[in-house]
């Protein structure tokens, strides 16, 4: 049972483009979200995250958007640069008593110089 | 200075053989982590250790035991590998407060021939 969804599994975006990364998830109970982002053979490094009390956070040229009513959030990187190719994957964690993170299957972006 | 490193970063083996992953974070966390990468680029959390104490085991096989000398050592013991052991093992740390990240290692790539 996936409870985190990137439909997505690859998108290619114009370097100095928008690039927008999605991510659904089901259970309600989670209530923070992270953005990993995940080089080749290497390990997924943090790069953003939201509290479900809000819904917008914004760090340099990176922006997710929390949509709790849809449980939909997505990243915004703008504008895009060759060294933002990568897999991003989104994580959730829940109100669960640990902190184990619920990861999704990952979208690989391709920034197109 | 590597925040959380495994070893080894390639291991190759034949089923039936036992082996062992060693991780070692120096963040000063309280909680380790092992993730299993399998074939689909699934990313699932195995075990979570909690200042050296077991609190999430994701209904992984008997064969797989993590150990936990101190706070900032987790190894992985795998005993009688099998096929379907091939993936890549990620190690990750991050202090049990809530709504924070998690930090990884770059991964065990672990092939059963």
């Known amino acids: 049972d996936q409870q985190v969804k990137q439909n997505s599994p690859s998108l290619s975006v114009q370097e100095g483009r928008i690039s927008i990364l999605n991510c659904d998830y089901t259970?309600?109970?989670?209530?923070?979200f992270l953005w990993y982002k995940k080089y080749p053979a290497e390990g997924p490094t943090f790069l953003i995250s939201?509290?479900?009390?809000?819904d917008k956070n914004e760090d340099g040229r990176f922006t997710v958007f929390l949509n709790k009513s849809a449980k939909h959030l997505s990243l915004h990187i703008v504008p895009s640069q060759p060294g933002d190719s990568a897999v991003y994957f989104c994580?959730?964690?829940?109100?669960?008593?640990?902190?184990?993170?619920?990861f999704g299957t990952g979208t690989r972006l391709t920034i197109i110089p | 200075d590597t925040a959380v490193s495994q070893t080894p970063k390639y291991l190759v083996t034949q089923m039936g053989n036992d082996k062992s992953i060693k991780c070692e974070q120096n963040?000063?966390?309280?909680?380790m982590y092992w993730y299993k990468q399998d074939s689909k680029k699934f990313l699932k959390i195995m075990f979570s250790?909690?200042?050296?104490?077991?609190?999430i085991n994701e209904t992984v096989p008997n064969r797989f035991s993590p150990k936990s000398p101190d706070k900032a050592h987790l190894n992985l013991h795998i005993n009688s590998l099998e096929l379907g052991d091939s993936a890549v093992y990620f190690c990750?740390?991050?202090?049990?407060?809530?709504?924070?990240?998690?930090?990884f290692g770059q991964g065990t790539r672990l092939t059963v021939v």
């Open positions: 990750a740390s991050s202090q049990s407060n809530r709504n924070t990240e998690a930090f």
């Open positions: 259970n309600s109970m989670f209530d923070y």
């Open positions: 939201i509290s479900s009390i809000k």
């Open positions: 994580a959730a964690q829940g109100i669960f008593g640990n902190e184990k993170l619920t």
């Open positions: 963040l000063g966390h309280d909680t």
């Open positions: 250790y909690n200042n050296k104490e077991l609190i």
